[in-house]
């Protein structure tokens, strides 16, 4: 539920725990019962991107959100948590959104069209207790991805699956942290490859103006 804000926390008289929540757009309060929170802090954007007219109207940098290339400043491209876009900001979504603006940033040096395509691909898992864990696995606008909330919550497959996270997630900031050379994600050892855009399926599905992402840059500077 996004949009409200926690504004008190109290406990009834038989020691429940509730939280009470106000809209940010039309003030209507809410009461939830909780047993665990995690909190997530007002923020504000970069001072700097702002008066530098890099950012949106969100505060966040203003990408176009299938090549992450900026929608005004044609030789910057961003990803990470501060580009706009409805999906979850993880460090998965970091990853897939990795190898998308490495290619782009050449195909834009070369004078040629963008055609690394981000469909915003982001997962996390969810440690729900000492050993249960379950997931979540999304594109944009949180469409669910194949492998959504596949695990029960709890039981024999909720542990399998924390411990087998666990050891992946190691392995995963293994290779991100050796230093060894290779293209990065998502293969490590070759580049991605990309369809050209009018046979790209997630574009053709989501109806998206194609003849928009096909313009030709000009060879330039780029800042990521």
């Known amino acids: 539920m996004f949009g409200w804000e926690m504004i008190k ?3 009834t008289e038989i020691g429940e725990k509730i939280a009470t929540f106000k809209n940010v757009d039309s003030g209507e309060t809410m009461e939830h019962p909780f047993m665990h929170m995690n909190i997530n802090p ?22 176009n959100p299938y090549t992450l290339q900026h929608g005004r400043f044609e030789n910057i491209f961003a990803f990470g948590d501060c580009i706009k876009g ?11 959104q990795h190898p998308v603006v490495k290619h782009n940033v050449k195909q834009f040096m070369d004078g040629k069209a963008l055609n690394g395509i981000y469909d915003g691909y982001t997962y996390m898992p969810f440690y729900l207790s000492h050993s249960n864990a379950n997931n979540f696995q ?8 194949t492998n959504n909330h596949w695990v029960p919550s709890f039981g024999l497959f909720s542990q399998r699956y924390f411990h087998s996270q666990l050891k992946a997630n190691l392995k995963q ?16 050892y ?4 990309y369809d050209p855009l009018e ?4 574009l053709l599905e989501k109806k998206v103006d194609i003849e928009a992402l096909k313009t030709i840059h000009t060879k330039g500077d780029v800042a990521v």
């Not at 999304?138 to 991805?145: K, Q, R, V």
């Open 173 to 188: 900031g293994e290779a991100l942290s050796s230093f060894k050379k290779d293209n990065g994600p998502p293969h490590g």
């Open 42 to 63: 007002p923020s504000k954007p970069h001072a700097e991107l702002v008066e530098a007219g890099i950012t949106d109207n969100t505060g966040l940098v203003d990408v």
């Open 86 to 96: 409805s999906t979850t900001r993880t460090q998965h979504a970091a990853h897939a």
């Open 190 to 193: 070759f580049n991605a490859i």
């Open 199 to 202: 046979a790209n399926e997630y």
């Open 9 to 11: 926390v109290h406990m």
């Open 138 to 145: 999304h594109y944009y606008d949180f469409e669910p991805a």
